[in-house]
């Protein structure tokens, strides 16, 4: 009997990033909810990181502050974007706003749409907080409103429903300025947002894709990991995993119909749901 071994299949990305993210308090404000965990080629499993360390770091380091703030996280994932490692990013907000908001207000395309969400929910500036701008009249629609991947995916919540638990409101609209800077410092084809950008990526192109953790987390025990943690590590191993068996581009060009594929391509999908 030969001992020969099968090879294992190419995988499309080098590093398997896992973001679970927090809309709370300023963009300065360190947040023990936003969690960031790290998968590597040639890795066993994510490790979680913190900030002031770099994705290759061997583990955290004296003095480094524990929580992340997203003025933080934003800078850091701009820098592991811009190396030449094809790496992929799940995070758990939306991206997009429902296709009926967006032609209402005249956005042909997500890009249009972005430019606009980013001056209208100004998060990224000093001592700005979610609930300041709902305040001053930052535009919203109606609570109950769905993506179609909204809809396609037990659980998820309307992007516009705020304070409910479990809602995925305040940190959309606290991460979409940082989506918008990250877009504007390395455009396409640099790095694909997904599925804006089309629903395969080139080959060695790095992605920002949403993901929802809670399709995941019961994949895998806990260990010890913080509920945030243990969302951002099953997100990084999730990534990991399927691209190691040769399914990332099922995932990454899902079999949807048509009019839902090219709604998705305005609205955003998540990442894993067919």
């Known amino acids: ?9 190419p995988t499309r990305f080098r590093r398997w990033i896992g973001v679970d993210y927090s809309g709370a308090a300023t963009a300065d404000t360190r947040l023990p909810g936003l969690q960031v965990a790290v998968l590597e080629a040639g890795d066993e499993s994510p490790r ?27 800078a850091w994932l701009q820098e592991q974007l811009a190396e030449p490692v094809p790496t992929i990013v799940g995070i758990d907000h939306a991206l997009g706003h429902p296709r009926p908001v967006l032609e209402a207000a005249g956005h042909r395309t997500w890009d249009a749409w ?3 969400a980013a001056a209208d929910w100004p998060a ?19 609570a109950s409103l769905l993506r179609r991947t909204d809809a396609a995916t037990a659980g998820a919540k309307p992007v516009f429903l705020f304070d ?13 300025a940082w989506i918008h800077r990250i877009r504007r410092a390395i455009p396409p084809p640099r790095l694909h947002l997904w599925p804006f950008d089309g629903w395969l990526p ?7 894709a949403e993901a929802f953790p809670s399709l995941l987390r019961r994949r895998w025990p806990r260990e010890g990991r913080g509920v945030d943690a243990h969302d951002a590590w099953c997100t990084a191993a999730w990534l990991g995993q399927i691209d190691a068996i040769g399914a990332m581009d099922h995932h990454l060009a899902p079999p949807l119909p048509p009019a839902v594929a090219e709604d998705a391509r305005l609205e955003g999908w998540i990442l894993g749901v067919h």
């Open 124 to 142: 990224d500036r000093p001592d700005v907080r979610v609930a300041d701008l709902r305040r001053a009249g930052a535009p919203v629609g109606e």
């Open 202 to 208: 080139p080959t060695g192109t790095s992605v920002i």
């Open 48 to 74: 979680i990181v913190r900030p002031g360390e770099g994705a290759g770091d061997g583990g955290p380091g004296s003095g480094r502050p524990r929580n992340w703030t997203r003025r933080e996280l934003a």
């Open 164 to 176: 409910v638990q479990g809602s995925v409101a305040t940190s959309t609209h606290a991460g979409l």
């Open 114 to 116: 972005l430019d606009a």
């Open 1 to 9: 009997m030969s001992s020969r071994r099968t090879a294992s299949p």
